[in-house]
């Protein structure tokens, strides 16, 4: 569970775990905190408010692995590779 200012605030933080499992092209069910405002939210990093939720994502994920994996790659290539992390923080701070 994501500590409860997170999801009030609705800030996007998720645990750098979910971003592991995800680069390993591992699929995510994470707790609503704003994230899906930027990325994720239908295959390979999906949140959850319920429990019911939960296991309403654990069956489509098993109903289609393969593209929640491939989904759960592509998330992590796009928003956290190192280089794109990297430029991007180099360019905010006008280096």
Same mark, same amino acid.
């Given at each position: 569970?994501?500590? !409860?200012? &997170?999801?009030? +605030?609705?800030?996007?933080?998720?645990? !750098?775990?979910?971003?592991?499992?995800?680069?390993? =092209?591992?699929?995510?069910?994470?707790?609503?905190?704003?994230?899906?405002?930027? &990325? =994720?939210?239908?295959?390979? +990093?999906?949140?959850?408010?319920?429990? !019911?939720?939960?296991?309403? /994502?654990?069956?489509?994920?098993?109903? !289609? &692995?393969?593209? /929640?994996?491939?989904? $759960?790659? #592509?998330?992590? $290539?796009?928003?956290? #590779? $190192?280089?794109?992390? +990297?430029?991007?923080?180099?360019?905010?701070?006008?280096?």
């Amino acid at each position: 569970m994501a500590k !409860d200012q &997170y999801v009030r +605030l609705r800030t996007g933080w998720f645990s !750098d775990r979910t971003a592991c499992y995800l680069a390993s =092209g591992r699929p995510a069910i994470t707790q609503e905190t704003g994230f899906t405002k930027i &990325y =994720g939210g239908e295959k390979g +990093l999906l949140s959850f408010r319920t429990v !019911d939720e939960i296991v309403e /994502h654990v069956r489509a994920i098993n109903a !289609d &692995y393969k593209a /929640h994996c491939r989904a $759960a790659f #592509e998330i992590a $290539a796009e928003t956290f #590779e $190192a280089t794109k992390v +990297l430029a991007s923080l180099l360019e905010r701070a006008g280096v």
